[in-house]
Every structure is written in structure tokens, then in C-alpha cells.
């Protein structure tokens, strides 16, 4: 059974995990496992995959992003980790621990104390104002009042709503509501937290806005966040990792730069075509190695996590057909030349690119 004392992180594996919707559900696993197709499924048997043989492993502290367009099956995945949803068939294991195993009381201990939720729709008591909705899920558990005060102001004050505390949802915007949402769920100091559309319903500018309240918090808080979208850009921007679905398999699964630079299938390269790939692949992903030199490089130097559009506004202002890359602590890492920089900021969407002069071929 799981340690009922929370701990700051925990890692989540997700081992061979299926799901079929239907009365006989198991009877069809074989089928799928036979590489029967989800429409085969449901003109054949009236049947509904939803997920097959799902593999993904979160390290603890990361952003695993699972996106995929409308049916892919990543909301039906994300409710398989707190088994909001029973497994067909398939292991969600939590610091090892099996949560499909689990029996009713275990479950909802889980559930308390492992897991906190933040919804698209925000999820919100609308009889409870700020306060008493940030506090909620510590009130369910009978932690001291004091305590529950204490930590639900805490957060209502690091999600930017100090000042709001008396008010009810209604009195509140989108982004405010979203805000709330999120502050109820770090009141929990849950290990996991799990975001299913969070920040979909919102406008694009606010959309963009709690995107930045996240990353920040997250380089304070190193929660594993499972994080649920069907927004490239919004992917790209937050996650450590990213999963791919499509009819309820994983197409594709790595960092942004692998999915990126590395497409797995004519899929996922239509799927990363309308991306600025300047402003999201890391001077690091084309770095060459440096070549034995005598004295010191004569290339400016840029860091490894710049873009290549920054890399191509440092070779223009300069003058430079190379640049020097170094990590953190100002250590060379390698080059990264004029022809490298403007190849990937094309990406595998056309062929050519430049030539060794950095004259243009065709593409």
C-alpha cells in the first residue's frame, strides 16, 4: 500500500495499458492485440478503443505533455492514473506501487493524498468562495484549520489572487476561475498533478499567461505534472517530455526537440508543420563537436538553450559564419555554423536548405 505521507514528487510508469469501452470489453483484447483497428473494433463488435498498449514512463519532478487531437484518447489516458477510469487491461504503477491493484480504501487514500486535479471546466463550488474553495481538498482530509488557512493563502497569494479571497466564482473572470482551480490543487501538496485541458477554455492571451504562472511555479514546486492539451505551441512551450497519441496509441513520444527535429512518421511531420521552428529548437540540438584548436575560439559565443533565432540574430549582428556554444557555466560545448542554424530553422518540412557556402538550394 502506498505511504500515506506525501512526499514533494513521485514518478508514474504506465506499462502496457489498455482500454476497450464495451460490455465485453476483455473479451476483445486479443483483437487489438492482433493489431485490429478501432474502426474494425466498432463496425465488427460495437466496440470502442480507447487506448492500446500505452507505455510511457514520467520521471519524478518532470512535465510529461500527452496531446493529441479530439479522440486520440489522452483525456481516457490521464483518468487511468488516478483510476478515475478501470483498465482494460495494463499496470499504472506510482513510486512502484500499482494503483490498478488497489482496493476501494487504498484507492481513495491514493486519490487524497497523491493526486490533485485541475479541470478545463475549473471544477469549482460556486456556493464557496476563493478561500474556502482553495482549502476544500484539505478540509475533506480533517487537516487542522489553522493549517488548511495557513496553506491555502499561501498559494492564493504565489497564483496572483491575494485580495480575492472572499470572492465567489461568479464574481471572477476565466483566467481568475483557472487560477483558483490551480491554487486548490497545490493546497493538496499532492506528488502528482494532473491537468486534463486546463487551460483550454481560456483566452488566448490569459491562455498564455497561465502558462507562464506554471513554469514558474514548477521550478519551485518540481511536482510531476501530467499535463493534457491539444495545442502544439502550448506542448512545446511547457513540457519536459511529450506523448503523442492518435486512436489511442502513442505515434511518438520524447523532448521537443526530438519530436521536432526527429519525426517518427509522415504523421507527426504534418502534425509540427505549421511550428516557427526558430523559436523552439535549442541552439544544443545541432551543436558539432568543437575541433582540436591550439588557442582560444575566435567565434562569439551563444548559449546552448538559445533558439536558433537568437543564434541567427547573433551571426547577423556580427557578422560571424560560426558561433561557439557553451553550457551554463561558460563551458565550450561545440560550433554550430550559419548553414546549420538555417537548415533547422526549415525543419524536415522541405528538402535542401543551404549549401556549404550558404548559397539556398531549393526546398
Known amino acids: 500500500m502506498l505511504d500515506r505521507a506525501n512526499t514533494n514528487t513521485a514518478s508514474v510508469k504506465i506499462q502496457g495499458l489498455s482500454k476497450i469501452f464495451g460490455k465485453s470489453s476483455a473479451a476483445h483484447l486479443d483483437d487489438v492485440k492482433k493489431g485490429m483497428t478501432k474502426a474494425e473494433l466498432l463496425s465488427r463488435h460495437n466496440q470502442v478503443l480507447g487506448l492500446r498498449d500505452i507505455n510511457i514512463d514520467v520521471a519524478a519532478g518532470s512535465l510529461q505533455v500527452i496531446m493529441g487531437l479530439s479522440g486520440s484518447g489522452k483525456s481516457t489516458l490521464i483518468r487511468h492514473i488516478n483510476r478515475l477510469i478501470e483498465p482494460t487491461a495494463g499496470q499504472v504503477l506510482v513510486e512502484g506501487t500499482d494503483v490498478v491493484s488497489l482496493d476501494a480504501s487504498q484507492l481513495r487514500d491514493f486519490r487524497r493524498n497523491k493526486t490533485a486535479m485541475v479541470f478545463q471546466k475549473f471544477g469549482l463550488l460556486p456556493h464557496r468562495n476563493v478561500l474556502e474553495n482553495t482549502l476544500y481538498g484539505l478540509k475533506v482530509r480533517n487537516?487542522?484549520?489553522?493549517?488548511?488557512?495557513?496553506?491555502?493563502?499561501?498559494?492564493?497569494?504565489?497564483?496572483?489572487?491575494?485580495?480575492?479571497?472572499?470572492?465567489y466564482p461568479n464574481q471572477l473572470s476565466g483566467g481568475m476561475q483557472q487560477r483558483v482551480?490551480?491554487?486548490?490543487?497545490?493546497?493538496?501538496?499532492?506528488p502528482i498533478l494532473l491537468m486534463d485541458e486546463a487551460f483550454s477554455?481560456?483566452?488566448p492571451l490569459i491562455r498564455?499567461?497561465?502558462?507562464?504562472?506554471?513554469?514558474?511555479?514548477?521550478?519551485?514546486?518540481?511536482?510531476?505534472?501530467?499535463?493534457?492539451?491539444?495545442?502544439?505551441?502550448?506542448?512545446?512551450?511547457?513540457s519536459d517530455s511529450i506523448a503523442i497519441l492518435r486512436d489511442g496509441e502513442v505515434v511518438q513520444q520524447g523532448t521537443s526537440q526530438d519530436i521536432l527535429m526527429r519525426p517518427a512518421n509522415d504523421y507527426i511531420t504534418r502534425f509540427?508543420?505549421?511550428?516557427?521552428?526558430?523559436?523552439?529548437?535549442?541552439?544544443?540540438?545541432?551543436t558539432s563537436t568543437l575541433p582540436k584548436t591550439e588557442g582560444p575560439s575566435s567565434?562569439?559565443?551563444?548559449?546552448?538553450?538559445?533558439?536558433?533565432?537568437?543564434?541567427?540574430?547573433?551571426?547577423r549582428n556580427t557578422g560571424a559564419d560560426r558561433l561557439e556554444v557553451a553550457d551554463a557555466d561558460g563551458k565550450p560545448l561545440g560550433l554550430v555554423t550559419l548553414r546549420e542554424v538555417m537548415n533547422a530553422m526549415i525543419g524536415p518540412r522541405g528538402s535542401g536548405g543551404l549549401d556549404k557556402d550558404g548559397t539556398s538550394q531549393s526546398i
Open 208 to 238: 498564455v499567461d497561465m502558462q507562464s504562472v506554471l513554469l514558474d511555479l514548477q521550478k519551485e514546486i518540481r511536482k510531476t505534472i501530467i499535463f493534457i492539451t491539444h495545442d502544439l505551441d502550448e506542448a512545446l512551450r511547457l
Open 272 to 286: 509540427v508543420e505549421t511550428v516557427n521552428y526558430g523559436r523552439v529548437i535549442r541552439v544544443k540540438s545541432i
Open 181 to 190: 482551480g490551480l491554487a486548490r490543487a497545490l493546497t493538496n501538496d499532492a
Open 143 to 167: 487537516v487542522p484549520r489553522a493549517q488548511q488557512l495557513e496553506s491555502a493563502m499561501r498559494w492564493i497569494e504565489r497564483v496572483g489572487l491575494k485580495g480575492f479571497e472572499t470572492k
Open 201 to 203: 477554455a481560456l483566452d
Open 299 to 315: 567565434s562569439p559565443t551563444i548559449s546552448e538553450e538559445a533558439t536558433l533565432e537568437e543564434a541567427s540574430l547573433v551571426l
